[in-house]
């Protein structure tokens, strides 16, 4: 059994165990994928401060995102398709979020269903919402989650329309995977994958199927996501679903001061600073560069949180200290996910923790609540001088 000591072990193992459609699903971004790297390679441009002769004893990674306690401000993103990388992914991933006192957002593009994860689940999680054209179905799937007893709606913006993935393209993506002689190949040296799937009902999106009229097969994503999602969201529609799931709302995909302005206007309890993971509009800066930005246009108004580009516990105390009240983690726990089941989530929760805890340690720190600018060392040139 190999030693698990960093994400990237659990990575390694991903890369073995799943069908490289799925792999290579949550390992690209779109076009060039500049954002995608940017948003890893942007976090080490900053540097900790090593402080010494504090007293290290008591120390806490607790804190509070929207109001609800968390182990560590560290959520698990909304990852569609969680239940390709690992048979009941979605059921897998939130049992693990729940045990380490973390909340975990269920994606409307889930294979699981809002109610197959709740009922396998004693702890509230959160809803992640896609607009559709279909104004009833968007209704019908509020209901659901609020019958589910969702403690928060996530609401995505940046995906009104589908940025463009090369690989997801060229390798006909779709759940299940559909049966050509390159993916029979490809599946044939991925056993353990393919009987685990073959022990579960969940192997299509099942928020979707049997929900939306007219809509049996969901397996093409692209053009389904094409035909189906809503490019007309704007800002006074938000405000209506907001008002329609009446409760906690964060708003996902707010890379710019401007829009966290309207999401303010709009009433959300949060923003999630994010590019998507880099998905979306490639060319587009990484998330931590643009935070402080954001921060200064509504940080004393508004919880703000970051996702892209964490990939370690490190990544977490630097968003944090910026500013961020909360991190969200994709690919980092999808990673955990395909090598090793729940058990992998967890190791991927546990690793990032406890990179947190030492790294909080080192920078003289014992509480998150502690933690501000002060640690970093941002060079002079962070954010750029972009016109
Ligand atoms: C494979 C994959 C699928 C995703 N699906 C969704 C989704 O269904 N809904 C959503 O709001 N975001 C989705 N995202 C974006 C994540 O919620 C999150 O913003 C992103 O993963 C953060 O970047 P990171 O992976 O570098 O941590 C997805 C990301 C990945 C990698």
Redesign the pocket.
């Known amino acids: 059994m190999a030693v698990i000591t960093e994400i990237k072990d659990l990575k390694r193992i991903y890369e073995r165990r799943v069908p490289r459609m799925f792999y290579d699903?949550?390992e690209s971004g779109s076009w060039t994928e500049q954002t995608f790297r940017e948003?890893t390679s942007d976090f080490d441009q900053l540097r900790l401060r090593q402080r010494v002769a504090v007293d290290m004893t008591g120390r806490s990674t607790t804190s509070e995102m929207i109001g609800q306690e968390v182990a560590m401000p560290v959520a698990l993103?909304?990852?569609?398709?969680t239940g390709m990388q690992h048979a009941d992914g979605e059921i897998k991933a939130a049992k693990a979020a729940e045990e380490f006192d973390v909340p975990f957002t269920l994606?409307?593009?889930s294979i699981c269903s809002i109610e197959a994860v709740a009922e396998k689940t004693s702890k509230p999680f959160w809803f992640?919402l896609?607009t559709m054209k279909d104004e009833g179905y968007v209704r019908r799937l509020i209901e659901r989650a609020k019958a589910a007893k969702c403690s928060a709606l996530v609401i995505?913006l940046d995906?009104q329309i589908l940025g463009q993935r090369h690989k997801d393209l060229k390798n006909g993506l779709s759940a299940p995977p559909k049966l050509t002689p390159k993916t029979i190949v490809n599946l044939m040296t991925k056993w353990t994958w393919g009987l685990q799937m073959l022990g579960t009902k969940n192997r299509e999106f099942g928020n979707i199927v049997g929900h939306v009229d007219g809509i049996s097969d969901t397996s093409q994503l692209g053009a389904w996501t094409a035909e189906q999602f809503d490019p007309s969201l704007d800002w006074g529609k938000i405000a209506k679903i907001k008002e329609m799931w009446g409760g906690k709302v964060i708003l996902?995909g707010i890379l710019d001061a401007e829009d966290a302005k309207m999401a303010l206007k709009v009433g959300a309890d949060a923003i999630i600073v994010?590019n998507?993971?880099g998905?979306q509009l490639d060319g587009a800066m990484s998330s931590i560069k643009m935070l402080p930005s954001i921060l200064d246009a509504v940080g004393d108004q508004i919880e703000v949180h970051l996702?892209?580009?964490?990939r370690s516990g490190q990544d977490v105390l630097k968003a944090v200290a910026m500013g961020a009240k909360g991190t969200?983690?994709?690919?980092?726990y999808?990673y955990g996910l395909g090598a090793m089941g729940q058990a992998g989530v967890s190791k991927a929760l546990e690793v990032i923790h406890k990179e947190l805890d030492i790294s909080m340690a080192l920078c003289g720190k014992r509480k998150i609540s502690e933690l501000d600018q002060d640690v970093l060392l941002v060079p002079k040139d962070f954010t750029g001088d972009w016109r």
């Open positions: 699903y949550a948003n993103a909304p990852v569609g398709l994606s409307t593009m992640q896609y995505t995906l996902k994010s998507h993971g998905r996702d892209s580009g964490i969200y983690i994709g690919r980092a999808i």
